[in-house]
């Protein structure tokens, strides 16, 4: 990580620190359950839509409508680390990239590592997530987290799979055609989750034959 990361990630991460008191055994169940469903989710649609190292994958993702309030109201720096390590304990063994899309204050602006961002050509500009100013707890923590944290405004449709956890739409930035996915998970705690994947657009007409592999 480098020295401007590890300045940025000081200032997030003092803003975090002043939470209290400490959770409830009950509350951290409920963490942990989190966590476990999003890594199973992350897992059927990494499967689903056949992602390989390099691929992106976005995540957008209310704290607040995991814990059962109206997006935007109850951002939460407790329940989005469960979220983002559930996640990212797919995404990184595979390879690929998560993108984690920032909240509408920020016109869902994307948290990648840079990696990512000088792999697809991508263009860097300068905010510094927040959980109760813009950029909202997930995107939060991804660039704390992040070994070298990046914000872009567009990735160009470049996500070939994601998703959406708490109607946050992330439509903007997958690779057209997206397809819905239905995975065995509807919610992620009380959030309503919604799963995406890519696939080619079809040519030709009635007379073409097409790849069943990439359908």
Same mark, same amino acid.
């Given at each position: ?77 407790r ?35 840079? &990696? ?23 995107g ?25 956890? &708490? ?27 919604v ?12 007379r073409a ?7």
């Amino acid at each position: 990580m480098n020295d401007s990361s590890a300045s940025h990630n000081s200032t997030a991460s003092a803003a975090s620190a002043t939470q209290s008191p400490a959770p409830t055994g009950e509350e951290l169940a409920f963490y942990e359950k989190v966590r476990e469903q999003a890594a199973q989710a992350a897992r059927e649609v990494l499967a689903a839509s056949h992602e390989k190292a390099g691929d992106i994958f976005v995540v957008g993702c209310s704290s607040s409508e995991v814990l059962g309030e109206r997006i935007g109201t109850h951002t939460s720096m407790r329940v989005a680390p469960y979220l983002f390590d559930g996640i990212q304990s797919v995404l990184k063994p595979a390879g690929v990239f998560l993108a984690a899309q920032c909240c509408e204050h920020l016109n869902r602006a994307i948290v990648m590592e840079r &990696g990512c961002m000088e792999r697809y050509d991508l263009e860097q500009v300068n905010a510094i997530p927040q959980p109760n100013h813009a950029g909202g707890a997930f995107g939060t923590i991804a660039y704390q987290r992040f070994d070298d944290p990046v914000l872009v405004e567009d990735i160009r449709h470049l996500a070939k799979a994601g998703m959406d956890i &708490g109607d946050t739409l992330i439509g903007m930035h997958l690779r057209p055609v997206a397809v819905p996915l239905r995975i065995s998970l509807s919610q992620i705690g009380s959030a309503h989750l919604v799963c995406a994947r890519y696939r080619p657009k079809y040519v030709g007409g009635s007379r073409a034959i097409y790849d069943e592999s990439l359908m």
